[in-house]
């Protein structure tokens, strides 16, 4: 089954809870996880900052709100025990406990802050808020979407702009994401663009490592429809006519299941890049993009408060 929303998971960590003196965060996520019949791959599963465990953060955000009810108290560092208002709750609490349930405490009301209107009779940002967690995502997953949407629409401001530019340009693009990329190291003249007549198939030339000793070759393709085997052929063929082994194909567009099952094949390491990857790098890489705003999310550190 999904992982469980935040809410789903408050009336089984307080059941967790009850069944002794006091229990640990690190019992408590495989505990759930067993609850709910969860597979090792939706445990593993990550929130979009690719960093804490999905499972885990719902988890904490459960424990969160359960101790800013009252219903459970924190012990010592990751650790917490049921008060007896948990155990009251416990007996007469609807199946699945949420935050309205948990509105009907004095000290959540104050955690939570009560829903106001402006002086315009509009509803106040806080029930925007309110109403993403009661949909059960946590903080994090509501900016991670965010992040994720903004991401997505710059992906495809970038691939529209540079299918726009011309081939020469796009073929210096390229060079240009691979520098930034660490090929070549700070050396000058690590990479070259050919991009002529006669260059045999080849669009750029990359040193891998910073003293030359070896080469990357590389095709850029500003392209429609999907790149084919053929041009794949061509550019292993490339390869060989320089006795070269590695080669990064790029394009605007996407390849082929058989152009993908060929370079898999041959003896030439040969890399393919679509465009959706192309724009990923250069986001990645900071390749025709700036930063605008950033936001920078910081956890407590329990370490610090440490008097052991």
Same mark, same amino acid.
């Given at each position: 089954m999904a992982i469980p929303d935040f809410q789903t998971l408050m009336r089984?960590?307080? =059941?967790?809870?009850? &069944?002794? %003196?006091?229990r640990s965060m690190k019992e408590t996520h495989p505990a759930m996880a067993d609850h709910f019949q969860l597979t090792e791959e939706e445990c593993a599963q990550l929130l979009p900052s690719g960093r804490v465990r999905l499972l885990n953060n719902r988890v904490a955000w459960a424990v969160t709100h359960l101790k800013k009810a009252e219903l459970i108290e924190a012990r010592r560092r990751g650790v917490y025990a049921i008060t007896e208002k948990g155990r009251q709750v416990l007996s007469e609490a609807p199946k699945r406990i949420t935050l309205s349930y948990l509105m009907k405490f004095h000290s959540f009301r104050a955690f939570r802050g009560q829903n106001q209107k402006d002086g315009n009779g509009q509803v106040s940002d806080q029930a925007s808020e309110d109403k993403a967690w009661d949909n059960g995502r946590t903080p994090e997953e509501i900016l991670g979407a965010a992040w994720n949407a903004i991401q997505e629409g710059l992906e495809s401001e970038i691939l529209e702009q540079v299918k726009r530019v011309s081939p020469i340009f796009f073929e210096q693009l390229v060079v240009d994401v691979l520098v930034a990329m660490g090929y070549g190291g700070e050396r000058s003249g690590a990479a070259r663009s #050919?991009?002529?007549?006669?260059?045999?198939? +080849?669009?750029?030339?990359? !040193?891998? %490592?910073?003293?030359?000793?070896? #080469?990357?070759?590389?095709?850029?393709?500003?392209?429609?429809g999907v790149v084919g085997r053929p041009e794949i052929q061509k550019f292993a063929g490339a390869l060989q006519?320089?006795?070269?082994?590695?080669? #990064?194909? +790029?394009?605007? &567009?996407?390849?082929?299941? @058989?152009? @993908? =099952?060929?370079?898999?094949? $041959? !003896?030439?390491?040969?890399?393919?890049?679509?465009?959706?990857?192309?724009?990923?790098?250069? +986001?990645?890489?900071?390749?025709? #993009? &700036?930063?605008?705003?950033?936001?920078? $999310?910081?956890?407590? !550190?329990? !370490?610090?408060?440490? =008097? =052991?």
């Amino acid at each position: 089954m999904a992982i469980p929303d935040f809410q789903t998971l408050m009336r089984p960590v307080l =059941e967790f809870a009850a &069944s002794a %003196d006091e229990r640990s965060m690190k019992e408590t996520h495989p505990a759930m996880a067993d609850h709910f019949q969860l597979t090792e791959e939706e445990c593993a599963q990550l929130l979009p900052s690719g960093r804490v465990r999905l499972l885990n953060n719902r988890v904490a955000w459960a424990v969160t709100h359960l101790k800013k009810a009252e219903l459970i108290e924190a012990r010592r560092r990751g650790v917490y025990a049921i008060t007896e208002k948990g155990r009251q709750v416990l007996s007469e609490a609807p199946k699945r406990i949420t935050l309205s349930y948990l509105m009907k405490f004095h000290s959540f009301r104050a955690f939570r802050g009560q829903n106001q209107k402006d002086g315009n009779g509009q509803v106040s940002d806080q029930a925007s808020e309110d109403k993403a967690w009661d949909n059960g995502r946590t903080p994090e997953e509501i900016l991670g979407a965010a992040w994720n949407a903004i991401q997505e629409g710059l992906e495809s401001e970038i691939l529209e702009q540079v299918k726009r530019v011309s081939p020469i340009f796009f073929e210096q693009l390229v060079v240009d994401v691979l520098v930034a990329m660490g090929y070549g190291g700070e050396r000058s003249g690590a990479a070259r663009s #050919v991009g002529k007549s006669g260059d045999g198939g +080849i669009d750029g030339i990359i !040193d891998e %490592d910073p003293l030359g000793l070896d #080469v990357i070759y590389l095709q850029a393709k500003r392209w429609e429809g999907v790149v084919g085997r053929p041009e794949i052929q061509k550019f292993a063929g490339a390869l060989q006519g320089r006795r070269a082994k590695k080669g #990064v194909f +790029i394009t605007t &567009s996407g390849f082929s299941r @058989e152009a @993908e =099952e060929y370079a898999s094949m $041959i !003896d030439s390491r040969i890399i393919l890049v679509n465009g959706h990857r192309l724009a990923k790098l250069m +986001i990645a890489h900071d390749v025709g #993009v &700036s930063p605008v705003k950033k936001y920078v $999310i910081k956890r407590l !550190d329990t !370490d610090y408060f440490s =008097e =052991e």
